[in-house]
Nanobody, 114 residues
Framework: VQLQAFGGGLVQAGGSLRLSCAASGSIFSINAMGWYRQAPGKERELVAAITSGGSTNYADSVKGRFTVSRDNAKNTVYLQMNSLKPEDTAVYYC?????????WGKGTLVTVSS
């Protein structure tokens, strides 16, 4: 399973960005997909995740601002980020859980200026 993320960039505080991540390879059905992030000097943390059935889980710090969604037919997961804050600045990594193994994409940098 290969994961390719798109959509990072520089945005002002209060702005929005949309990340997307497409999984490719010999895939039948991916279980959970989602996003982690890692800020400088901090550990990687879960941002949001979504199961194949649509159940979601969010970090408390992003609830009400971020929305995770997926297109199962395209094996793609999205992260809509609104009301961005400088503390959201991080490298964002998408992941997919497939046959009880986690796969990771290369990170995409999100920078929120104050």
């Amino acid at each position: 399973v290969q994961l390719q993320a798109f959509g990072g960039g520089l945005v002002q505080a209060g702005g929005s960005l949309r990340l997307s991540c497409a999984a490719s390879g010999s895939i039948f059905s991916i279980n959970a997909m989602g996003w982690y992030r890692q800020a400088p000097g901090k550990e990687r943390e879960l941002v949001a995740a979504i199961t194949s059935g649509g159940s979601t889980n969010y970090a408390d710090s992003v609830k009400g601002r971020f929305t995770v969604s997926r297109d199962n037919a395209k094996n793609t997961v999205y992260l809509q980020m609104n009301s961005l804050k400088p503390e959201d600045t991080a490298v964002y990594y998408c992941y997919a859980n497939y046959i009880n193994m986690d796969y990771w994409g290369k990170g995409t940098l999100v920078t929120v200026s104050s």
